[in-house]
T-cell receptor, first 112, second 111 residues
Framework: ETGVTQTPRHLVMGMTNKKSLKCEQHLGHNAMYWYKQSAKKPLELMFVYSLEERVENNSVPSRFSPECPNSSHLFLHLHTLQPEDSALYLC???????????FGPGTRLTVL | GQQLNQSPQSMFIQEGEDVSMNCTSSSIFNTWLWYKQDPGEGPVLLIALYKAGELTSNGRLTAQFGITRKDSFLNISASIPSDVGIYFCAGSTNTGNQFYFGTGTSLTVIP
């Protein structure tokens, strides 16, 4: 595997479910990001991890909980989501100090 | 937060035509990036710009970092059907920090 991978690619969940999104990067980067992409809106940065420490949390509701166990893996734990949380969730990685971010294919999340 | 205005929102062009799109910000940026996103996929980096006035090419794509540092332009020459997708600009005020994204330009190429 190369680049940035995300699983699952599609997820449908009820408002009372708990699920997790997984991201893995094979680029040797040390910074990872979660973005939310909704229709007709710019990408919204949710969380940034640099050297496995969370450095950015852009006022994201607590029903989204990130976890970065090492520099190659990033998780987004989901619980008691709302229908308006339905979106494409994108993971990205970069090398600390560099600007180019490389994105995964995303997880298409639908909350019923 | 920073506002990035990207235009046009959508374009329908004939195969072989040239395409131009631009992005403007309310603040000065130190870096501009241009991405393309295909349906069902994540954005793919096309071009990165680091200096005001810089003009960079990647095949048929050319992007420029505006002199004012508040805008950037992307041109595609001799469009082909596989150019179809959504093109995003992104800007950053500091290296390695948060990027702000435009709302995208949806490009349709008619064979």
């Amino acid at each position: 595997e190369t680049g940035v991978t995300q699983t699952p690619r599609h997820l449908v969940m009820g408002m009372t479910n708990k699920k997790s999104l997984k991201c893995e990067q094979h680029l040797g980067h040390n910074a990872m990001y979660w973005y939310k992409q909704s229709a007709k809106k710019p990408l919204e940065l949710m969380f940034v991890y640099s050297l496995e420490e969370r450095v950015e949390n852009n006022s994201v509701p607590s029903r989204f909980s990130p976890e970065c166990p090492n520099s190659s893996h990033l998780f987004l734990h989901l619980h008691t989501l709302q229908p308006e949380d339905s979106a494409l969730y994108l993971c990205a990685s970069s090398q600390q100090g560099a600007d180019e971010q490389f994105f995964g294919p995303g997880t298409r999340l639908t909350v019923l | 937060g920073q506002q990035l205005n990207q235009s046009p929102q959508s374009m329908f062009i004939q195969e072989g035509e040239d395409v131009s799109m631009n992005c403007t910000s309310s603040s000065i940026f130190n870096t501009w990036l241009w991405y393309k996103q295909d349906p069902g996929e994540g954005p793919v980096l096309l071009i990165a710009l680091y200096k005001a006035g810089e003009l960079t090419s990647n095949g048929r794509l050319t992007a420029q970092f505006g002199i004012t540092r508040k805008d950037s332009f992307l041109n595609i020459s001799a469009s082909i059907p596989s150019d179809v997708g959504i093109y995003f600009c992104a800007g950053s005020t500091n290296t390695g920090n948060q990027f702000y994204f435009g709302t995208g330009t949806s490009l349709t190429v008619i064979p």
